[in-house]
């Protein structure tokens, strides 16, 4: 699986930013998403997951209720719509799959979980 991390960009606190996951798939096989950030000099946190059939999602505290990640098969798109956005949320964002080798309901939040990890797309939040 290749991703393709965009969307990002400058943004006043408050604002409003959508990130998209672009996923190239070989035929049948599932994959959970995630995306972590990675601020300066911070080490990289998780942010959210979503399982292969969608139903699922899972977010760190500090974005509930302000990120909301969502996925298109049909497309191989996973989005992260982030909402009220901070300072805090400056960072760069990376998405990241891991194979599901069991029913599409399953997310992790564990880094080490992720086998294809996209290349980042920044962040920044001004006050």
């Known amino acids: 699986v290749q991703l393709q991390a965009s969307g990002g960009g400058l943004v006043q606190a408050g604002g409003s930013l959508r990130l998209s996951c672009a996923a190239s798939r070989r035929t049948g096989i599932r994959y959970g998403v995630g995306w972590f950030r990675q601020a300066p000099e911070k080490e990289r946190e998780f942010v959210a997951a979503?399982?292969?059939?969608?139903?699922?999602?899972h977010y760190t505290d500090s974005v509930k209720g302000r990120f909301t990640i969502s996925r298109d098969n049909a497309k191989n798109t996973v989005l992260l719509q982030m909402n009220s956005l901070t300072p805090e949320d400056t960072a760069v964002y990376y998405c990241?799959?891991?194979?599901?080798?069991?029913?599409?309901?399953?997310?992790?939040?564990?880094?080490?979980?992720?086998?294809?990890w996209g290349q980042g797309t920044q962040v920044t939040v001004s006050s």
């Open positions: 990241a799959a891991f194979v599901d080798k069991s029913s599409g309901y399953y997310y992790t939040d564990r880094e080490s979980e992720y086998t294809f």
């Open positions: 979503i399982t292969w059939t969608g139903g699922y999602t």
